[in-house]
């Protein structure tokens, strides 16, 4: 049962690492933050993997903490390329 | 070789690789986000070596919350450098010798690490020995909260000296104002939607990872860095603000966590063997009322150092 | 080959490749990337460290953990300060003085 | 009085050790939380309290001829952390106690938070931060465990960069940036070899790691990075490269602080490195490698303040080519030879001369800057005549780095010349001369124009309270020089015998 899992997760973590290849070379950079999406579902399914097939306790509160936060750098990430106009600091260049 | 090793092996490249990316990538920007990507990747090494707490920060904290910084500090950049070329790496040689260096230190590195000796010495067994005194099951909330804990306070004075500086970088006529882009109603509906969904269920994940911390993976830092990050989204969205930066309340907040440890520090001097020590039996409470008070400054702290110094006058 | 080897030389690699981009790349926002490169690095020692000091049930020795716990927090700090003082240059001096400073780095190192 | 270090048991006057470090971090965390004048008020009510500290922890050491310890929340090392005085630490806190209290009581008159404002920038930052300075450096000289320390220079680096730049100014924003950079990277290498000494010897406890070592590769690897880290945020030549424009620009009351004690802090971390944690490993090579560099710092440093046009560029340079001198005790320092206590104390000496001397001469440049809107050297010609106080102070300080008898400066450079005679290198000692008459050089460059008989005219009077705070510390540079040989006892107290062939 072990070794499916880390096959699994061998699997997925090598699909991720094909699909990190092609997005990270963009060419633009919602291109890019795709690829830490996939990376981060891709990531997390490998982890829970090889968790429970090393026997690592508390891994689940990772995978919950890392599905969370993939959505965080998202949402970050729009929110930096989506409002350009968002920049309120050219007003005190001047001074 | 089992699949185990293969699979380790992948893992290194992959880790290897993307840190590469961040390196040698043309444009800051891509840069950045390999950085975020190289972050996830290296909190499964860290589950490898089982250090599943570790293995929380550097997820929260290492790639969420610095990730979320630097994407913020590179997109800035971008908008103000209009004319751009001034990336123009520096001459050849420097760079060979700069990686002849590097490739030195590497080596050496590696020499020695494998030269350390395997089972090395190791605190674990004195760490297990005192861990019944302190009531808790995770023995690096133990470390963290009591036989170390003069460095974790510290280190939360660390943050606090971290804001100070951060804030010292304001204009002066924005003193006492606010961080952030004030923002009206938000036309982009997902971001709205995201930032109602996902903070209720952060929350209960972070509050969660607190409350475990204490037998379990998790604790302060890392419970604090999820709600953080839950915060930081709903100001993204607009629903919420940084408040002033002469707010009472904020400053309460930030130094609460370093001056309930201190207070409970002193206090020691007179309920217990000594300064930083707990009473007998008291310990485990006395710890989660630590926690309590440094996860508020931290779920505080982080957001404000990602939002940088006030940037306009928020009442005028 | 154990994770903890593996993850040593992983560790290695990484202070040599975020060294290599402190020194050589011009804009200031790479150098952090570098610093924090390094850090991570430097982090990963000591998970080897507490990895082959696993003992008393332990899977691995928690004092080291508990520091690189602490040593995350510190970067990120450090982080958050130095893209304060990136952002602020910008905005006093533009991007021409910061281009300046960077021949100015050049000349030296 | 040699004595073997005690490990872990504090001792009477231990108590005294964490106060001296809790008390400026309840200021921080206060004077952040009430804000505008109550900053300033905290950090002024609390540096008399801190020098009162100081001073007990000295008086008991000078009592017990043995060193303070204190372990922290009852936990002995390897796994708690404990804290060290020993007679070096009990005078760099007394040091710190009276500069930091100087630099504060100087800095009001520029740091007053301006009246009808509730609370501004730069004079919030600065009082918290002066208190940040002083805590971590405290820290750093009772610590005793590495990781512990690793905190504590990070601490230093987070209250000393943001003081570069409290002018707003894009120059200093980018000298802050630099500083930050190289003492980052430092931290880092240091941390590095923190990993891998507590991998091969399962403890960071100074005391017992000094047991524990013994002279092989890892050692010799982590040794490297540390130093190596801990020189970068020295500035030690060829790592002063954001020394003299964090130093020459950020304000004057800063500029001592940082010039006077803040570099010292990574000094002493080196110090402790090698005669605390490696005494058993011999290390003459290494001692003569940092000797050399502090010889080429010495000369590199000298040559280049007589090039400046700034005064205050010219004393930030002049502290890279102090700073060498602190160097050139390591290969003294090494075996159970005669000399070795008279280089160690020597060593000392120079910390602490150089410690005043610099801070009174910053703080007078300060109000040089000040009373004529400039510091341009040439420019100078005639302030002998309207700024009496002010230049003596500054000459006073001057004499000490010349090594000019009666001062600190001088004694500092007499025992380490005996001790180089003595230990049959005098080349060391002869380096220590050529950078007397450097300095004497750079030092006439300003005083020569400054006493000529023109007329100059001021564009505001200084303090007379200001200039005697400059007076005060330059007296004290002078006063060193007459330390008696009870001084040097002390500063023996705790130090350890150093392995290594006695050549």
Known sequence: MNDFFLSAAGIILFTVAVGLVRVLSGPTNADRIMATQLLGTGGITSLLLVASATGVRGVDDVALGLALLAAFAAIAFVDNVAAPDSDTSKGDRTE | ?316 | MTAATLAGFIGSALVGLGLYGLITDPQPIRKILGFNLIGSGVFLLFGIVARKGAAAGFAADPVPQAMVITGIVVAFSASALAIALVLRLYEVAGPVSLRSEHTSNKAEK | MNAAPIASASTAGGSLLWLAIILPVVGILASLLSGGRHAERIALLLMPTGFGIAIAIAIFLWRSGQPLVYVIGGFNPPLGIALRADGFSAVMLVTTALIVAAAGFYARAIFATPPGITEARAPLTFWILLQAIWASLNLVFLGGDLFNLYVAIELLTFAAVPLVCLDSRAETISAALRYLLFALCGSVFYLLGVALLYGAYGTLDIVLLSDRVSSEPVVWVAAGLMTAGLLAKTALFPLHLWLPPAHANAPAACSAVLSALVVKGSFFLIVRLWFGVLPNVPHEAVSFILAALGSAAILFGSVLALQQERLKLLIAYSTVAQIGYLFLMFPLVQGPNLWVAEAWSGGIMQTLSHAFAKAAMFLAAGLIAESLGHDRIRDLRGIGAVMPMTLFAFGLGGLSLMGLPPSGGFLAKWLLLKASIEAGRPIWGAVMLSGGLLAAGYLYRVLAPALSSDILHLKAPPRRSREAVALALALTAIALGFAPKAFFDFLQIGRVAVAGGSS
């Open chain 2, 1 to 316: 070789m089992s699949i185990l090793q293969i699979l380790d092996i992948g893992l290194a490249g992959l880790v290897l690789a993307v840190a590469a990316w961040t390196v040698f990538a043309r444009d800051a920007f891509a840069a950045v986000v390999g950085f975020v990507a190289y972050g996830l990747l290296l909190s499964l090494v860290w589950v490898r070596l089982f250090a599943v707490d570790v293995a929380l920060t550097e997820a929260a904290i290492g790639s969420g919350v610095t990730g979320v910084l630097l994407i913020g500090a590179a997109g800035r950049l971008r908008k103000l450098e209009a004319s751009g070329g001034d990336d123009e790496l520096p001459g050849a040689s420097l760079r060979l010798f700069a990686a002849a260096l590097c490739i030195f230190v590497t080596l050496v590195l590696a020499g020695v690490v494998l030269s350390l000796p395997d089972p090395g010495p190791t605190l674990a067994p004195e760490a297990a020995r005192h861990l019944a005194e302190t009531g808790l099951g995770n023995p690096i909330t133990a470390v963290l909260l009591s036989y170390r804990s003069f460095d974790t306070m510290l280190e939360k004075v660390v943050l606090v000296l971290a804001v100070v500086g951060v804030w010292s970088l304001a204009a002066d006529q924005y003193w006492g104002g606010a961080a952030g882009n004030p923002r009206g109603a938000e036309p982009d509906g997902t971001r709205a939607l995201l930032a109602q969904v996902l903070p209720p269920l952060g929350i209960l994940i972070g509050i969660h990872m607190v409350w475990v911390g204490a037998d379990e993976p998790g604790g302060a830092f890392q419970g604090g860095a999820i709600l953080a990050a839950m915060w930081m989204i709903t100001m993204m969205a607009g629903l919420t603000e940084m408040p002033s930066i002469r707010s009472r309340l904020l400053r309460l907040v930030l130094v609460a966590g370093p001056a309930v440890f201190v207070a409970v520090g002193v206090a020691g001097v007179a309920f217990a063997s000594g300064v930083f020590a707990y009473p007998t039996g008291f310990a485990k409470p006395l710890i989660l009322f630590i926690e309590a008070f440094m996860t508020l400054s931290i779920a505080v702290t982080l957001p404000v150092l990602v939002a940088g110094p006030p940037k306009r006058l928020r009442q005028q």
